[in-house]
C-alpha cells in the first residue's frame, strides 16, 4: 500500500494515520528507509503493509473519516512560540522575599507557601 505525506506530516503523523498507532514508526521507517525523526516533503509516497498495522480500530476511524493529522512544527515556529510563553513568563515572574520574623528566624515552609498562595490566588 502507499499513502502521500502531506504538508506537516510527520512519520509519526503517518504511523497514526495508516497503521492506527505510533508503534507502526518502526516499520514505515525501516520499510521506507527514513529515521523517524526525519522531516518529509509534501508529496512524498511512503510504502506501508496492512501487517505493519497496529489497532485496525483508529487505522479504521482515520481512514473512514479522511483524517490526516500534520502536527510538525517548524524550527522558526518552535523558536516564536517559545519566545512568546517565554516572555509571557518573565512578565508574570515576581521576586519572592524572605524576611525574618522578630525572633530572628525565617519563617517555616509551610507559612511562606500559605503566604504566597493566599497573595497570588487571592
Not at 522578630?102 to 500559605?114: A, M, Y
Request: hydrophobic letters at 35%; zero cysteines.
Amino acid at each position: 500500500m502507499e499513502v502521500t505525506v502531506k504538508d506537516r506530516q510527520s512519520l509519526l503523523d503517518i504511523a497514526v494515520q495508516t497503521l492506527g498507532g505510533v508503534e507502526g514508526v518502526f516499520a514505515l521507517a525501516e520499510r521506507n528507509g527514513v529515521g523517524i525523526t526525519d522531516r518529509l516533503e509534501d508529496g512524498t509516497v511512503l510504502q506501508w503493509e496492512y501487517d505493519d498495522t497496529a489497532d485496525s480500530t483508529v487505522q479504521t476511524f482515520y481512514s473512514d473519516r479522511g483524517l490526516t493529522p500534520a502536527t510538525e512544527i517548524t524550527d522558526a515556529e518552535l523558536r516564536a512560540l517559545l519566545g512568546e510563553i517565554e516572555e509571557e513568563t518573565a512578565e508574570e515572574e515576581e521576586e519572592i522575599t524572605f524576611e525574618q520574623n522578630d525572633s530572628g528566624s525565617l519563617p517555616s515552609l509551610t507559612r511562606i507557601f500559605t503566604d504566597e498562595f493566599e497573595r497570588v490566588f487571592a
